[in-house]
Each structure stands twice: as structure tokens, then as C-alpha cells.
């Protein structure tokens, strides 16, 4: 026996053999999963099976999915259960057994049945879902909005949980100094009790509704059976009648329970429906100083075009004043220019009809008679008209052009 | 007392008279008087139109 020995290999070879002789079939197979991790295309997962009762282990083993597989039953499952594969879900496979002399020993998964998955727990939540919107309830807290100065926040949550105290730290350090006014109403948060407790708080903020303006139900998170307290039918219809917003904050991303798809807004932890909070006011203050902005705007683009076309009034006006100014300058000096020259055309004018009666009082002059060779006769300085007036011996002066002289009248 | 005279009238007399004069419809004895009153009117329209510009130099001025 001592030589009858084997290299690993030789060894590890037999039972692959073994294993093919003896599980050459494939099988369904109930278990949990422990892990769950792809890579290169294939899926590598850990199964697990735990004890009802003391939820300890009691067995364990690798599993594959190949890629060739995998591809397919991948989508089937996300369009079946509303998500992937992931660690904590039950599920079923259908698998051979496979021994790798070098790998070792793991089931080779072929086929997932994802209805396995979604499970009682799951179909009894598709069931309150589907009873929600039947009563047409399901959206009714999404129709509310959280208002714009969600300052009053009515809180249910465990009295010194650790989620509650991050939720108030994180209200009252907020960056803005924003100041919010906290009432907690305390509730039992896990396990049986939630669903009396949380609605008992509900009513008691529903009594002082005027008191607040958005409730924030909050818990630390924690394992995902823990909150199949919040997954009921009667806390669902209270929380999605509630007239004001509610904002859940009662576990981590893959907690999601029905309580949260009720809700006007669901974040993953208590400091998420803090930040939210805080940039609602935040957003509000924004669109506040954003309106003064606009307006101190405004007023000053009026005031400066106003200031603007007033200044070019300004130098208009005297322009043109100016102008008219001018042009009346412009008139007398015209008006001026005129009356000396009327009064020398007047004046020109009657010298020139003084000319006109002097040359016509010329024709009179008895001197150009005697120019042409007439002579005047005079008697006692009288002309001399007829001969009968005169006497011989009388003197008589006569002129003619260049003088006088005197005769006798014989 | 003599009125505050206006300029708009001041210069409707100071044309009627000039229209008047190159007319010829003054005579002569008139003449010499109703030049006198033309200069007036032109004194005074001009007088006028300065301490307006003066005025309105001014008021330019403080504005700037």
C-alpha cells in the first residue's frame, strides 16, 4: 500500500472521474448567495445554505455561470426580479457538478429560475403594491411638493438613533446658517412594532399639521429583513394619504421598501434627507438672490438709458435754443440792413423831383431868352408890351444877353 | 410806466415799419421818426436775443 501512491493530480483526477460517473446529470438547486462577482464575462458565486434557525451555515459551495450562460439568463432575471444577481438573494439553479483536478470542485450553472427569487416576501410586496394602486393611493404623495420654505420638520424616528443625530448635526451645521426647526415624534423603527408606532406618530403630527411643512421618517441603516416592518399594507396607506410631503430615509440603496415608493421623495440615509432639505433652501435663496440680481439690473439698465437720453436732451435743447438764437440775429440784422436803404431810395427820390421842378422852373428864366438873341425893353422897370405906351423922349432900358443899355424914344 | 415790451411784437413792428419804409409810405417829415423807433426796436430785439443766449450759455454750463 506504502508504494501504491499518487501524484495530487492522479489523485484529484480519480475524483473527477468519480464525480462524473456519479452525478452525470443536472439538477435544481435551492440556495443563497453568498457572493457574487463577474468577471471576463463569466459569473463566479459562493452558495450558501444556513440553517432556518440558527442561521449558521450548513453548506457551502462554488458555482460558475459561463459566459455562453450567463449572456442569457442574466437578463432574464433583471427583467424578471427588477434587479441582478447579487449576494443575499435566494435563488434557484439548475446545475451539473464539475471536478477540476487543478480548480477543484464547483456547480456549473445552465439555467435561473428568477420566479424562485422574487419570492413570498417579494410577492407580498408586488400584492400591497398592486392593492395601493388599485385604491389609487400609490402616487398620491408624488402629486404633493415640498414647499419652497420647508424650514418646520416634523421627524419619526427612534429617540437616540444614530441616523437621527446625523440627520440633526447635518441640519443645523448647514453651510447657508439656515435655521430649521426640528420636532422629533418618536418612533420603534424595527420589528414588529413599526407599523402601529410609525402611524401612531404620523397621527400625532397630523394633529398639528399646521405646525410643520414636510415630515422626514428616518433610520440608520441596517439588514434588509429588518425592514420588512416598513413593508405593511396599513403603514403604506397612512404614509401615502398623508397630507404633507414625506421624505424616507430609512436604509441603504438596496433596502428599498415599500414605504419608499409611497413617499413624495425617498433618499438612502438620514443625512441624504438632510443635504435635500438644506439644498431645497438652498435652491430657494438662489432663486431669491438670483430675483434681486435680475432686478437691481433692471432698475439700473432703466436708470442709465433714462440718465442717457435725458443727457442728450440736455445738449440738444441749448443747441437748439441756441440755434433760434441765432436765426433771430440773424432776422434783425436783416430787418436792420433794410431802412437805411428805403430812406436813401426816399430820399434819392425827391431829390431827384426837386431836380424835376428846378429845370422846369428854368424854361421860365427870361435869361435864356436874351441867350437866344431876344432883348428885353423896360420903362420905369416895366417890359414894354406895346408901343402905344410910349412917348418920344421917354428912357428905356433894354437887355439883351451880356447887358443892358438905354435909348431915347424919338 | 412802459410796459415790459415782447420780443414777438417788437419785431412785428419792426417789420411793419420796414415794409412801411421801402413802400415809401412814409413821408418825409416821418421819416426821421420812425428810423429812430426802428432802431429802438432793433436795439432792443437784439439786446433781447443776447441775454437769452447769455442766459441759456448758463444754464448749459451748470448742467455739464
Redesign the interface.
Known amino acids: 500500500m506504502r508504494e501504491d501512491r499518487y501524484t495530487l493530480r492522479q489523485l484529484n483526477l480519480l475524483v473527477r472521474d468519480a464525480v462524473e460517473m456519479q452525478l452525470p446529470d443536472e439538477y435544481w438547486v435551492e440556495a443563497e448567495l453568498s457572493e457574487c462577482r463577474e468577471r471576463s464575462g463569466h459569473c463566479y458565486m459562493e452558495l450558501i445554505e444556513k440553517d432556518a434557525t440558527t442561521n449558521t451555515p450548513v453548506a457551502r459551495a462554488s458555482a460558475k455561470c459561463w459566459r455562453q450562460t450567463w449572456q442569457m439568463v442574466l437578463p432574464y432575471f433583471k427583467r424578471t426580479t427588477g434587479q441582478p444577481l447579487r449576494a443575499g438573494l435566494k435563488v434557484l439553479l439548475r446545475v451539473y457538478a464539475q471536478f477540476h483536478e487543478a480548480y477543484g470542485f464547483s456547480w456549473i450553472v445552465t439555467d435561473i429560475d428568477p420566479t424562485y427569487t422574487l419570492g413570498d416576501m417579494a410577492r407580498k410586496r408586488q400584492e400591497i403594491i398592486r392593492q395601493l394602486k388599485e385604491a389609487g393611493v400609490f402616487d398620491l404623495q408624488r402629486e404633493l411638493s415640498i414647499p419652497l420654505f420647508a424650514k418646520r420638520i416634523a421627524i419619526i424616528s427612534a429617540a437616540g438613533a444614530a441616523g437621527y443625530g446625523d440627520f440633526c448635526r447635518q441640519l443645523e451645521d448647514n453651510d447657508y446658517g439656515f435655521r430649521f426647526t426640528i420636532t422629533l415624534f418618536p418612533a420603534i423603527m424595527q420589528g414588529e412594532q413599526v407599523e402601529p408606532s410609525v402611524i401612531h406618530a404620523l397621527n400625532q403630527i397630523y394633529e398639528r399639521i399646521h405646525d410643520f411643512d414636510v415630515v422626514c421618517i428616518l433610520r440608520g441603516g441596517g439588514a434588509t429583513a429588518d425592514l420588512s416592518g416598513f413593508d405593511t399594507l396599513a403603514l403604506a396607506e397612512n404614509v401615502a394619504q398623508f397630507p404633507l410631503p414625506i421624505i424616507t430615509g430609512i436604509g441603504h440603496e438596496r433596502d428599498e421598501s415599500i414605504l419608499d415608493m409611497v413617499a413624495n421623495t425617498r433618499v438612502k440615509t438620514p443625512t441624504a434627507a438632510a443635504a435635500l432639505l438644506i439644498d431645497n433652501l438652498h435652491h430657494v435663496l438662489n432663486r431669491i438672490e438670483q430675483a434681486e440680481d435680475t432686478l437691481a439690473h433692471y432698475i439700473n439698465e432703466r436708470l442709465r438709458s433714462q440718465q442717457q437720453r435725458i443727457s442728450q436732451l ?1 445738449t440738444l435743447i ?1 443747441t437748439l ?2 440755434h433760434t ?1 441765432s436765426e ?2 440773424h ?2 440784422e436783416m ?2 440792413s ?2 437805411p ?3 436813401e ?3 434819392t ?2 431829390k431827384h423831383r426837386l431836380e424835376r421842378i428846378s429845370l422846369q422852373l428854368q424854361s421860365f428864366d427870361p435869361q435864356l431868352l436874351l441867350s437866344r438873341g431876344y432883348s428885353i425893353t423896360l420903362k420905369d422897370g416895366c417890359a414894354v408890351r406895346d408901343p402905344k405906351q410910349l412917348k418920344p423922349g421917354d428912357e428905356l432900358e433894354t437887355r439883351v444877353e451880356k447887358g443892358t443899355f438905354r435909348t431915347i424914344v424919338k | 410806466m412802459k410796459e415790459e415790451q415782447k ?1 414777438e411784437e417788437a ?1 412785428t413792428q ?2 411793419n ?2 415794409r412801411k ?2 413802400a ?1 409810405e ?1 413821408d ?1 417829415d416821418e ?1 426821421a421818426v420812425q ?1 429812430k423807433t ?2 429802438r426796436l ?1 436795439k432792443f ?2 439786446d433781447k ?1 443776447s441775454k ?2 447769455e442766459e ?2 448758463k ?2 454750463d451748470e ?1 455739464e
Open positions: 440736455a441749448p435754443a441756441l438764437i433771430g440775429h432776422r434783425i430787418l436792420a433794410r431802412p436803404i428805403a430812406i431810395r426816399q430820399l427820390e425827391q | 420780443y419785431l419792426l417789420e415799419i420796414v419804409m421801402e415809401g412814409f418825409i421819416l428810423l426802428a432802431q432793433i430785439c437784439k436775443l437769452t443766449e441759456l450759455r444754464i448749459q448742467q
